[in-house]
């Protein structure tokens, strides 16, 4: 009888635990894909790139004369029915650690129990066991630089090779198809302008975390923040769906480091700001959800009717740099960090619009798109979060702009208005936008709604009327 690998945020062959122990059983492996409720309520960007990583898990596994059957529906009727469709006694899956997946996968566990089914949990998301990093009282940790300095001498196992052979069962289970699925058609907007950008698939990130090693990450230390260069992996979209693991990430920095790069330290740190936003995650739930630091309900944020929420959307502020990073978004479903910050920032302090609001859209937009990420980065920057910027630490957009893109590359990358001949990054977002924002290239810029010295005095006003 086979058993089954539960595929999820897990879309690759390599250094794959769950796959990896299906294998090593020796039996007919039958790898499956339920799209699930969870995965229906994702944002338009997350459910295409999903059918992207999909479509390459599936031709990956069909050139080893293997096959990726496709289900939909609740996951513990799907996986129970399937193993008793098939005979399967035991399920292997990658443990997952949002609240609504730890929610799922008991309910399946229960389901599989019932009809006297093993699921096997696997590690393979993350590079440490959020619940055994503990402080030296036995707690959870509150603070970046002292979980760094928890985890960075610990010891991390040897990557796993690629399975060298996924033994086939004899009669294929019946699969939907992924056309059927029209998970593109969830991107109401310029999905083929996004699929330009996007690096899908496992072959892609290997190259890519090659590529980056050997050229980029000896400067990574000093480029990181400058968003016109190449200078970060880009891999943050791969390791999201599960087509790198965050192993062979950490192996390659740690190679790098012994070859006497800079930069791969500061490779490793930021890595392990994943780990962190998992660990709080599964200790602080609500960070998904609430203000993390209690206070902050009273705060006068602007709600969803906000106009100005809409003009930050659609790259319409009339803040260039913040203008730029909104059209990088909503073009490539990427946004580089340093411009993830200041558009943030933006938004909840200069405009007073909730960070929920932010951090929904990015949700929508990002094709790395990771809850824990997302909800941390978007609580460090409206104050609000753990180990959080101070709120008075008020981003001046145009500083940034003049400090972390002196020559203005990545502006007139993505800016086309006022360019004789624009780029294509820069025209590429008026192909991607939906007609009703009716906005051309040859469009005047708007004035902004607000003064960055007025933005900034009106939100350190709010945050007063907070402490009183
Ligand atoms: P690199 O600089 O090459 O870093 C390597 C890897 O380390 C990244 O791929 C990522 O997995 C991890 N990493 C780096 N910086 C961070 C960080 N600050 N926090 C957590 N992990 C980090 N990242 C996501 O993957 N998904 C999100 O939804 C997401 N939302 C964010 C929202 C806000 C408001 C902010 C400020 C940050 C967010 N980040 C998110 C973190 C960060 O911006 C991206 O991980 C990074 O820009 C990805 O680019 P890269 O792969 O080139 O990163």
Known sequence: TPVIWWVRRDLRLTDNPALHAACATGRPVIPVYVLDPLDEQMGAAPKFRLGLGMEALSRALQNRGSDLVLRRGDAHTVVSQLAQETGAKEVFAARAYHPDEIARDLQVQDALDHIGVAPRWHAGRLLFDPYTVKTAAGGFFKVFTPFWKAVRPLGIAACLSDPSRIPAPRHWPISGRLEDWNLASSMNRGAQVVLRYCQVGEAAALDRLHQFTDEQIASYGNDRDLPGQDATSRLSQNLTWGEISPRQMWHSGQVAMAQGRPGAETFL?????????????????????????????????????????????????????????????????????????????????????????????????????????????????????????????VFNPERQRDR?????????????????????????????????????????????????????ARALDAYKSLSK
């Open 269 to 393: 740190k930021q890595l392990v700001w994943r780990e962190f936003a998992y660990h709080l995650m599964v200790h602080t739930p609500h960070i998904l959800t609430e203000n993390w630091r209690a206070g902050w309900e009273r705060f006068p944020w602007l709600g969803e009717e906000a106009e100005s929420a809409r003009i930050w959307q659609r790259g319409q502020t009339g803040v260039d740099f913040v203008d730029a990073a909104m059209r990088e978004l909503y073009t490539t479903g990427y946004m580089h960090n340093r411009l993830r910050m200041i558009t943030a920032s933006y938004l909840c302090k200069h405009l007073m619009v909730h960070w929920k609001i932010g951090m929904k859209w990015f949700e929508d937009c990002l094709v790395d798109w990771d809850p824990a990420c997302n909800a941390m980065g978007w609580q460090w920057v409206a104050g609000s979060g753990p180990d959080a910027a101070p709120f008075f630490r």
């Open 404 to 456: 972390f893109d002196p020559k203005q590359t990545y502006l007139q990358r993505w800016i086309a208005e006022g360019q004789t001949h624009p780029p294509q990054t820069a025209t590429d977002f008026f192909d991607a936008i939906p007609y009703q924002w009716r906005m051309t290239p040859a469009d005047l810029r708007p004035d902004p709604v607000i003064s960055l010295a007025q933005g900034r």
